[in-house]
Each structure stands twice: as C-alpha cells, then as structure tokens.
C-alpha cells in the first residue's frame, strides 16, 4: 500500500482523493472507537465528533493546543492563554507552551499519581483555555480523574483534552475484554478533544495519528489558510505542508485488515501478559508496582538502586524506561512480550 500510494500528497485532496477517503476513514474508525457513535452528535448537529490525521502523538497534541489558543482567542478574547496539565501529561504539552506562546500551568499529581482535580479547580482563571488530562500518561501508566476534570473544564465552559495516545487503541478494547477502565472518551460530554496514535497499539507505520474533536467548528481554528499568497489561495489542515499520503494509506490497510476482531485480541494477549508482570513483581518484595495499572506496568523500590535494576536488565536484552520525580522503571507491554516464553524470561 506504501509502494502504490507513495507519491500521494494530501495537501492536495483535488489531485489525490483517495488520500482523502483513507484519512476521513482513518478519523471515523478512530472517533467511533473512543465513544463518538454514544457521546457525540449526529452528523451535521455540530457536535459530531471529526478530526485529521497528523505524523504522530506529538504533532496531534501540539494542534489542539493551537486549536485551543486560537479558539479562545477568537471567542473569548484571551490574548494570554493558559494550559492547565497534570506533571505527568507528556512534554508534548510543554513544546505546545513554547512552540505557541501558551502559559503552562503544571499541577503535582498526587502520592497516587493521579491528577489532582481539587488543586486543578484552583488553578483554572479567566485565561485559561484547556484542561488537560491522560489516559494513560507515559510515566505510570495510571489515567487520570478524566470524568472529574472534565467535568470542572465543561462548567467552566473551558476546553478538555484526554490524552489518549498511547492508550486510545488498547483502552476501549480493554474494557470490552472486562478489565476496570475508568471513563476517558468522548463519552463524557466535557471531553472536547483527544488525541490518539494508530502508530502505537493502532499497529500502522510510525508517521501517523489522529486528533479529535467535538464538533467541526472547533476543528476549524487548527487549519491555516492565507489568501495573499501569489502561489494561489493556500490551506493546510497540520503542520505540514505536503504530507505522506502513503502512510496514511498503509495505516489505513493496517486499521482495515486487523479490524476490531484484530484489535481485540492483541489487547487480550497485552492485557495477560501484563497481569502475568504485575503478578511476578508483586512477589518480589524489594519492588513495588505503583498503583494497579493496566497495561504500563510501572514499579519502584525504597531498598534497592531502581536504575541498577535498569541497567541490569537492560544487560539481559529488557528495554525498561527510566522514570523520575520518583525513581522507577516501567515496562509499557507490546505484543512481542506476548510471544511465548518472553514474559517467563
Ligand atoms: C501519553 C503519550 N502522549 C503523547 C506521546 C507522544 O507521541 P509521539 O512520540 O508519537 O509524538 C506519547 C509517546 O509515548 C505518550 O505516551
């Protein structure tokens, strides 16, 4: 699909409709996976849940949080926006602070590692223009009080963004599948924006996410256009320019040919061989997971150097990621861990 579509540009949907059907499908599969078809509107209500594809986690964050500081902006009249995100939301946020000009408003999690709702009521003010939470955060893997925070955003009448790039495409397989998932998606009416990778557990080539959106006039304040320009009217709906519409055929072909039923059981295989890991570290009593997560499987020690066990099992051929702030190491369960024998190694 890559070969064939190679040379596909989205930036010019007239020349290359095809790129335009795969990434309208891409969003839809992605948005009726994360509660549109429950939480958002019907198509044409302005409600109706909508979005693109960007190259990545990072590229989908980054635009909703434009999205946002242009929205509020033109809506509000805030001219010295401000973002509200929990410290474990990912350094994607802080680039958005910097990259956009918005002020980063980073809340302690608490002992649980948790957002703390009560501390991010307090730092809301009348420039604030989202309320960010994850489902899960990189570090522990724990997802945030999404219900509550986007409640506190929605009474505010200030935007919501979930998270959900590393989570978006195990988590609502997850809870089918009987494990506890706490309520992230566009099923809580607060919820007004998520982001969420088909480069990660999606399983499509690293190039490619999806950033959503509760109604198409939100989505608007993320396109560019100039009329100016003596190269023609000019509009582009990311950061880029052109764009690789091979990839967006080749997640499309990924998405299509794992289907829900493909989705589902990888999930099943991720999900046992996590609770295998939470099981043999739990009987290990130098270590201690951090909180039951679900598929992150994060843990620290108040005994032993938690690095020296990195590096130690790093030399055993076990990519660990080093943590901080506190020292811990976590193990985010993909599908090679599920192949037999891994996990027992
Ligand atoms: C929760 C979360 N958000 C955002 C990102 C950023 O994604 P990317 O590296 O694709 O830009 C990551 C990456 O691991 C993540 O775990």
Redesign the pocket.
Known sequence: MYAINSQSNPLHSDVWPSANKFEAEIVMMTANMLGAAQGGGSPGSGQEIVGTVS???????LLAMKTYRDWAHDKKGITAPEMICPNT????FDKASQYFNIKMRRIPVGPDQLADVTATKAAINENTVVIVG?????SHGLIDPIEELSELARSHGIGFHT?????GFILPWAEKLGYPVRAFDFRLPGVTSM?A?T??FGFAA?GT?VVLYRGPELRHYQYYTTLEWPGGLYFSLTLAGSRPGGLSAACWVAMVSIGEEGYLESARRILGTADYLKNEISKIPELKLIGDPIFVVAFTSDVLDIYAIGDYMSAHKWGLNSLQLPPALHL?TCLPHTQPGVKEG
């Open positions: 190259s990545g986690g990072t590229e989908s964050i939301a990912h350094a994607a994850s489902a899960p955060p990189f998270d959900a790039c590393l989570g982001s990778d480069h990660k690293k996410s985010c």
